[in-house]
């Protein structure tokens, strides 16, 4: 009999619902039964995300299951990190879940800092300052929302509060709750002393549990309303942590992976946090990872840009075609992807047009000399990160490992390796769910361990090879 496990993998820009087993020659396939829309509204001056709506989506998605006879033995949700849900004493959310992009938290950067300098921030988090992470947002709440932060009884992380509701069971998942800039790196603890000195109640905060925790099972009520029961499992629930380990490497191999999405998150994996001041001044940022491993890796705009242009100058056009138009292009102009300029802007090619100009570049015009813009842009970014991330570790690295959506553009994978002077692996696409699923497998047995994951995933999957 077949065993099937649950991947709810939440991004940004979109939702899937996808089903997996190991057949008969052992390989890991994969069916995606349900797929929904997810993007931040404004409401009441603030962009929040629709919380009750995409619970519905999960229950509705989670009914394919039935419907398609294929019960699951386990769920698991993953999600983007740094935002999150206050509930009250009721156990209810209060007020709406305010998405990262929103602008509360300017500001309060200067707040934090006038408590505890940047260096000693990082040296007690080993995470990089990002005006976005949960610490500054839950500032922004202190300051401006009072009665919010007086009723606060609980804060969860986004996929722990959908695990909150399938269980009834609270808790904080440790890879995303160490973009809270609130885990102690090297304990791996929530870190009282910097809560307690920035007026944050240590109380709030759910026990740290990690990837492969069996949370418990569904409640009587989703129970009636999906048609079944079954584990809820807990993934890594960062979805970069995920993808990362899904990443198809070899035992012991030392590589530097690139999680490419919305953002594209380079990095290596360590068995020891990394908060030197160096590491601190180049904003890496040691984030929490599987098997008591720290993702060591720095955070760039991604695909975001890409994703902003096709919407504002080409819908109808798919990503691939973009992608290849933009190969043809001869334009070499370069902006930096890291800037806080292309974080929200009111049109994403216009501000990209602009930055050009300013530089005395020359102006992409249309859809393809734009992106040709940002992909020349992104390689060269991830260059200079290797370097960084070269110097800081004093390691050299032959691969990258380029997994997620943006594994498939097939330009900037080929600038990528042309740029660094590196072999890149491109794939698998789908890493993020193949990395939930496989956490999940691993905790009930399907493999020994995440290695042996790794193994499967690298013979189930293909992966194009582009050289320097």
Same mark, same amino acid.
Request: glycine share 8%.
């Given at each position: ?22 057949? #008969? %020659?052992?390989?890991?396939?994969? +069916?995606? *039964?349900?797929?929904?829309? %997810? ?56 007020? @709406? ?71 009834? @069971? ?10 809270? #800039?609130? *885990? ?33 099972? =569904? ?10 029961? $079954? ?19 070899? &035992?012991?191999?030392?590589? /530097? ?11 290596? +994996? ?7 001041? @160096? ?26 840009? *890409? ?7 080409? &819908?109808?056009? !798919?990503?691939?075609?973009? $992608? ?5 292009? !001869?334009?070499?102009? /370069? ?11 009111? !049109? ?64 900037? %994978? ?35 361990? =995440? ?10 999957? @293909? ?6």
């Amino acid at each position: 009999m077949t065993s099937y496990y649950l991947a709810i993998d939440i991004g940004a820009s979109s939702g899937r619902h996808i089903l997996g087993h190991i057949d #008969q %020659n052992q390989k890991m396939v994969l +069916e995606e *039964i349900y797929r929904f829309p %997810n993007r931040m509204v404004q409401k009441n001056g603030r962009k929040i995300w629709e919380t009750d709506r995409l619970f519905r989506e999960i229950k509705d998605g989670m009914k394919k299951c039935r419907q398609l006879q294929k019960v699951p033995v386990s769920v698991g949700i993953d999600t983007w990190g740094v935002d999150c849900v206050f509930l009250g004493t009721d156990g209810n959310r209060l007020g @709406e879940a305010v998405g990262y992009r929103d602008s509360r938290t300017k500001g309060m950067d200067i707040a934090v800092r006038k408590v505890v300098s940047d260096e000693f921030l990082f040296q007690k988090t080993g995470i990089q300052k990002q005006i976005f992470n949960t610490l500054y947002q839950l500032m922004a709440v202190r300051e401006k929302e009072p009665d919010t932060f007086k009723k606060m009884e609980n804060i969860l992380m986004i996929p722990d509060f959908f695990h909150y509701l399938l269980t009834g @069971e609270k808790a904080a998942e440790y890879t995303n709750a160490t973009t809270t #800039q609130l *885990i102690e790196p090297y304990k791996r603890k929530w870190n009282h002393e910097l809560m307690e000195a920035l007026g944050l109640s240590t109380s709030v905060f759910p026990e740290l549990i990690y990837p492969g925790t069996l949370l418990g099972r =569904l409640k009587k009520d989703v129970q009636e309303e999906v048609g079944f029961d $079954c584990y809820v499992t807990v993934p890594a629930t960062h979805d970069t942590a995920s993808a990362v380990a899904a990443v198809p490497s070899c &035992p012991g191999e030392d590589a /530097i992976y690139i999680s490419s999405g919305t953002w594209s998150l380079i990095g290596t +994996e360590e068995k020891r946090p990394i908060c030197t001041e @160096e590491a601190r001044l180049n904003n890496f940022t040691n984030e929490g990872g599987c098997d008591a491993r720290y993702r060591f890796l720095k955070n760039i705009m991604g695909m975001w840009m *890409i994703q902003c242009i096709q919407k504002e100058l080409a &819908p109808e056009q !798919s990503f691939e075609k973009i $992608c290849s138009d933009a190969s043809k292009e !001869s334009i070499r102009s /370069i902006v930096d992807c890291s800037d806080e300029r292309f974080l929200a802007p009111a !049109s994403m090619a216009e501000e990209i047009w602009k930055a050009c100009k300013e530089s005395g570049q020359e102006i992409p015009a249309g859809i393809s000399g734009t992106a040709c813009v940002i992909y020349n842009s992104l390689a060269q970014c991830y260059a200079e990160t290797v370097k960084r991330l070269e110097n800081i570790t004093h390691k050299i690295y032959k691969k990258i490992y380029i997994v997620g959506g943006g594994s498939k553009a097939d330009y900037l %994978n080929q600038l990528t390796a042309t740029m660094t002077g590196k072999t890149v692996c491109a794939g698998p696409a789908e890493a993020t769910a193949i990395g939930n699923l496989a956490v999940q497998m691993v905790s009930h047995g399907e493999f020994a361990d =995440l290695q042996e994951a790794k193994n499967c995933i690298r013979n189930s999957y @293909e992966v194009v090879t582009y050289h320097s």
